[in-house]
C-alpha cells in the first residue's frame, strides 16, 4: 500500500477529517442554530481544541446530522429522529471498517481513470476487486488477476 493510501484510511478511520459548522450545515441542509441545539441536547459532538473556539465535527457526525435530518424531513419528532439515526449507525461503522479493509491502493488506468484496488477474493486470492472511477464519476466493478507488487 502506497503511503499516500495509508493517509487517505487514517483520515476516515481515525477521524482526522474534520468539518467545519458551515461546512456541516451547507453539505447537509441544516442551519447551524439547530446543530448548535443538537450539540446542546448531546444528540451531536463537536471537538474543539480550547473553549469558546470553533467547533469541528467529524465524518461520523456528517453522517450522523445527515441522518437525523433525513428522518425530520419524513415527519418525525427530534427525538424519535436521533433514535432511529441511532438505529442506522451501524452503516456508518460498516463503511469505515469498509475503508479500513478494503482499501488497498489507488492507481491510474490507461485510459486516465482511477482504480481502486479493493483487495483479493476470499474464496480465490489469486483473484481481485478493482473499482474503476472514470473522469465523468461512473463506477464500474472489475475482477482482475491479482497484480504482484
Not at 6 to 11: A, G, S
Not at 51 to 77: C, P, R
Not at 94 to 121: M, P, V
Amino acid at each position: 500500500m502506497s503511503a499516500i493510501t495509508e493517509e487517505f484510511r487514517k483520515m476516515f478511520v481515525h477521524e482526522k477529517l474534520l468539518i467545519s459548522m458551515t461546512e456541516l450545515s451547507q453539505a447537509v441542509g441544516v442551519s447551524p442554530s439547530q446543530i448548535r441545539y443538537w450539540e446542546r441536547k448531546g444528540y451531536i459532538v463537536s471537538e474543539q481544541e480550547q473553549q469558546h473556539k470553533n467547533h469541528k465535527y467529524s465524518m461520523t457526525t456528517l453522517v450522523q446530522v445527515a441522518g437525523i435530518k433525513y428522518f425530520l424531513d419524513e415527519g418525525y419528532t427530534l427525538p424519535v429522529a436521533v433514535k432511529k439515526q441511532e438505529e442506522h449507525c451501524d452503516m456508518s461503522r460498516a463503511l469505515k471498517h469498509f475503508i479500513a479493509d478494503r482499501l488497498l491502493d489507488f492507481e491510474k488506468a490507461a485510459d486516465g481513470a482511477t482504480l481502486i484496488n479493493l483487495g483479493t477474493l476470499d474464496d480465490d486470492p489469486q483473484k481481485e476487486i478493482v473499482a474503476k472511477v472514470n473522469g465523468a464519476g461512473h463506477v464500474q466493478l472489475l475482477l482482475r488477476d491479482r497484480q504482484s507488487k
